[in-house]
């Protein structure tokens, strides 16, 4: 049974830092996309960020450029965002997301949800004013 479990998340105040993992099992996923999003209260799930299988490429949501940072260990099957400089308005749940096909590594991964096959089940991400 595949699984992605995050954690990491917390309170922090507006311009402290926290950095989310995803751990993997039940597959690898080295070949394979993975990403962030989260759904803040009262609002649609959204994209955060994503990289690909061998770290060539990564996109981000224009709110989180320059503040946030994706990054990945194949080895470990894991996926982290750091993330830095937080905004009241980064409270959210934080998913992770693992796309089922395998893609080249200088493609752009996808910010689509229906592009992602595998979920996890959210950490919560709290930041004060």
């Known amino acids: 049974q595949v699984q992605l479990v995050e954690s990491g998340g917390g309170l922090e105040q507006a311009g402290g830092s926290l950095k989310l993992s995803c751990a993997a099992s039940g597959r690898t996923f080295s070949s394979n996309a993975m990403g962030w999003f989260r759904r803040a209260p009262g609002k649609e799930r959204e994209f955060v960020a994503a990289?690909?299988?061998?770290?060539?490429?990564?996109h981000y949501t224009d709110s989180v450029k320059g503040r946030f940072t994706i990054s990945r260990d194949n080895a470990k099957n894991t996926v982290y965002l750091q993330m830095n400089n937080l905004k009241p308005e980064d409270t959210a749940v934080y998913y992770c997301?693992?796309?089922?096909?395998?893609?080249?590594?200088?493609?752009?991964?996808?910010?689509?949800?229906?592009?992602?096959?595998?979920w996890g089940r959210g950490t919560q991400v709290t930041v004060s004013s």
């Open positions: 990289v690909s299988w061998n770290s060539g490429s990564t």
């Open positions: 997301a693992a796309d089922g096909t395998v893609a080249p590594g200088f493609v752009r991964p996808s910010a689509l949800r229906s592009a992602y096959d595998y």
